[in-house]
């Protein structure tokens, strides 16, 4: 009898051992699903970041001077408005993008810094401190904590370029050919100041008119429109809608000019919002880089000091404001963003707003190409012609405008594209 009650009991104590064994060796497994699909998720997190910072910085590659700052500062302000480490908007405090980690390669892949040639935008980020749970406290019970650190790193790169498209996300404008004009720039001269009629017909005699994307004859589309729709190609028939007053109010965010509800961070501004007029640009010619005219610097010039459109102030209206300096009237808007390295404007919330993608127009109103555009002066209450500058055909290699879309065109207009 006792022979079989020790037998029986080491019998026991065996299977404790093995049951021990057992679950040491699934709680192995389940530390490896569990924290290597953590350190999945990180990534992924931190794949869509980098993408979304090349894809801006790309975007930015038009070879002019201050095409690698405002790259970087595209790059920067996408990639770090996502959230990465189980959607953390701070990144768990382990650090987001910096400057140092977007480069630029030319045609040829090689690193450059020259803005004129560089064609390719890389973002790449490594994510430090990226917590083992299970394996941690695996490695403490097993006495490995070499073999299951408390923590790994995970690592993400992304190259983007610019590329034709064929679908494109242009403004609700659109400009039909002057007399006997041709592709690629169908009449116009670049640096030339066309007029927006502020009316509900077509646009004629080689002017632009307001035109829906959807074909519609609706103003309130107008407006929704101006917000970013996607989708247009070459045959599609637009409308031609009246226009409300209410459309000044998405145009305008774009020259960092709101009502009181207003906000930069959300409607977001260009680099800068300074405007030209007939007042402050007599030549109305090439506003975009051209010499200095009227004792005005030219657009790249203030966008690269991030000028309101009271230049170096936020007054709207009064002595040295954006009413002043343009003529216009701004009834109804009462704050502009900050000017120059301050929070809150158009260094810390500015995007690519004022070259538009504009859709050329035959007589039936088909979009037969795409034009690039530069939005000069904001919306005036009443409302008057707005001039815009022509800047040359939206496909052209060294276009300064890139827009959103389905890439994959042959000619199309230029839209930022992941490669790597």
């Not at 993408?51 to 038009?62: K, N």
């Not at 097993?142 to 498209?165: C, F, I, K, Q």
């Amino acid at each position: 009898m006792q022979v079989r009650c020790t037998r029986h009991h080491r019998q026991r104590g065996a299977m404790i051992v093995t049951a021990a064994l057992l679950l040491l060796f699934l709680l192995g497994f389940m530390g490896i699903a569990l924290d290597f699909g953590h350190l999945f998720v990180v990534k992924t997190e931190l794949q869509t970041a980098v993408d979304s910072c090349a894809l801006a910085a790309a975007r930015e590659l038009d070879k002019q001077g201050s095409a690698i700052t405002r790259a970087k500062s595209a790059g920067q302000t996408a990639g770090n408005a996502n959230r990465v480490n189980m959607q953390s908007a701070t990144w768990s405090g382990q650090g987001q993008i910096v400057a140092t980690e977007i480069t630029f390669r030319d045609a040829a892949y090689a690193s450059t810094i020259d803005p004129a040639v560089a064609v390719y935008a890389q973002c790449a980020h490594s994510q430090p401190n990226i917590k083992m749970w299970l394996m941690q406290a695996l490695g403490a019970f097993s006495g490995d904590t070499a073999g299951n650190p408390a923590t790994r790193s995970v690592a993400a790169s992304a190259v983007a370029t610019r590329a034709s498209a064929q679908t494109a996300c242009p403004i609700p404008v659109a400009m039909k050919p002057k007399p006997g004009g041709t592709a690629p720039n169908y009449g116009f001269a670049i640096g030339e100041w066309v007029k927006l009629i502020q009316a509900q017909n077509a646009a004629v005699g080689g002017q632009i008119g307001w035109a829906n994307l959807d074909g519609s004859n609706s103003a309130s589309e107008t407006e929704a429109e101006l917000n970013g729709r996607c989708g247009t190609r070459v045959g599609d028939t637009l409308g031609t809608p009246g226009v409300q007053t209410s459309v000044a109010d998405v145009w305008n965010q774009r020259f960092g000019i709101y009502k009181n509800s207003g906000d930069p961070s959300v409607g977001r501004p260009d680099y800068t919002g300074y405007a030209y007029t007939s007042l402050n640009w007599p030549a109305q010619f090439n506003a975009y880089s051209g010499p200095p005219n009227g004792g005005v610097q030219n657009f790249l010039t203030k966008r690269a000091a991030f000028a309101s459109c009271a230049d170096t102030g936020t007054k709207v209206n009064g002595s040295g404001s954006c009413e002043s300096i343009t003529g216009l009237s701004l009834n109804g808007f009462q704050k502009l963003a900050n000017p120059g390295n301050v929070a809150g404007g158009h260094m810390q919330y500015g995007l690519d707003r004022r070259f538009v993608t504009v859709p050329v127009i035959d007589g039936g109103n088909h979009v037969i190409d795409y034009a690039c555009m530069l939005m000069l002066q904001p919306l005036s209450i009443p409302m008057t012609d707005t001039q815009l500058e022509f800047r040359g055909n939206a496909g052209a290699a060294g276009s300064p405008c890139t827009t959103g879309g389905l890439a994959g065109g042959s000619a199309g207009p230029l839209v930022p594209v992941l490669v790597r």
